[in-house]
Every structure is written in C-alpha cells, then in structure tokens.
C-alpha cells in the first residue's frame, strides 16, 4: 500500500497535502508510519511551551495517534483478507480519527519555530487581503483557538475555489471541514497541549503559541496551495 493509497480520495488528502512523506514517517518497507522526530528540541519552545509539555504531547499523545493509525490500517486489511464488514463501521472511524490526529500534531510541530518569526511583508499583505488587518486576523484567531468547546483545534487554512484564507474550528482530530482546504497554522487546544503550565488560562498559552510561529512554513503552505490551485 502506497503512501498515496492512505490519504488519496479522503477529504484529509489536502490536509497532508503540505507534508512531505518523511514529515509524516511513511515507512514504505514496513507499510505502516513511525513517530517522526520534533523538528527541534523539546526545550527549545521555552518559555512558551515548556519542555515537559512537549515530551508528553509528542512521546505519549502523538506517539498513540500513530499507533492507533496503524493498527485501525492493520485491522482493515484484515476485514479486507478475512471478509468480516461488521468491522468497518468502527474502525473507519478510528482510521479518520488516528490519521487525523496524526496529521494534525505533525503540522503543529512544523507550524512552531524555536524563538518565533515574524510574517514577511508579502504574507500580511495576504492575510490583510482576506482578513482586512493583521491585527484583525490575530484577533480573529485567537478568538476562534479560544473558543473551541471541549477538545479541538483553530485552523487557518486556504481555500482554493475563492483564493481565500479562513479561520475555522475543529472538533477532536478530524476534518469535519469541506474537503479541499488546505491547512496553514493550527493551534492545538486540547487541554492536553497547555494545561501542565497554563492550567484553565487557554488564552495565555494561545498568545505563547503566537510567538513561537513559523510563519515561514505557513507561508510556503500557501504559496504551494496557490500554485497548486493556479495549475488546476
Ligand atoms: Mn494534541
């Protein structure tokens, strides 16, 4: 089974779209992906994201969506030799929800730069495009990151019909958005991303995750999705 195989036809195949088959730890030998490693050190966040923060979200909560991953993948080709569909049903949805989450944390990990950045010139000028200011469009974000009930993520993304970015909110791991968009910075707001430093003060850690962007990576996201959208 090809890497393509895994993400093509669903709606999450533009959302690994911007990742690279090593980003995600495709292992095309073994047929199944490998944790990938931070793209920094654990540490190296602080003191925005703390260290222990990091080593748990990554070593222990990262590492279980790649292992459910594999295994609602190893149970499918089962149901597939063996015939059993009564399956299905439950393991697509451990499928939607492993990939995602998988999916998800690897974007966040690339969407975060030790020491933070600051969006080039033509980037604002983008984001002033769809949002109308810069300060407009961090307050929207913060807002929709802040506001997510329960567990979830606030996403900017590209939308290629329109040529335009929005901000959107997603419930658990999955894309429960049109398929098609094209993620560019997502903050993670599960408690289990802040709550070790920032206890209940998710607004807190959502401004200590603003200063730690990559705005880098979310800039090469969007140029690739609009070249990709320009091509079509
Ligand atoms: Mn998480």
Redesign the pocket.
């Known amino acids: 089974m090809g890497f393509g195989g895994v993400l093509g036809g669903a709606s999450l195949s533009a959302w690994g779209a911007g990742l690279t088959q090593e980003q995600v730890g495709w292992n095309e030998q073994a047929g199944e992906f490998v944790l990938p490693p931070l793209p920094y050190g654990a540490s190296d966040l602080e003191p925005h994201i703390d260290a222990q923060t990091m080593n748990i979200?990554h070593d222990r909560?990262h590492a279980g969506y790649v292992r459910g991953l594999n295994s609602a993948l190893q149970a499918l080709q089962e149901v597939r030799l063996g015939g059993d569909t009564k399956r299905v049903e439950a393991l697509s949805r451990d499928l939607a929800f492993n990939l995602g989450g998988h999916l998800n944390?690897t974007l966040f990990w690339n969407n975060m730069t030790p020491g933070g950045s600051e969006p080039s010139e033509e980037l604002v000028s983008r984001l002033e495009g769809s949002f109308n200011s810069y300060e407009a469009f961090q307050a929207h974000f913060k807002a929709a990151a802040g506001s997510v009930k329960g567990s979830g993520w606030a996403w900017l993304v590209f939308e290629p019909l329109s040529g335009q970015m929005m901000i959107l909110q997603m419930f658990d791991q999955q894309d429960g958005t049109p398929p098609g968009l094209v993620p560019l910075l997502g903050v993670?707001v599960?408690e289990?991303?802040y709550y070790l430093k920032y206890q209940n003060r998710r607004a807190e850690y959502i401004d200590a995750f603003m200063r730690v962007v990559n705005w880098r990576e979310v800039e090469q996201r969007l140029n690739a999705a609009r070249s990709a959208a320009r091509g079509r």
């Open positions: 979200h909560h944390h993670d599960w289990h991303a």
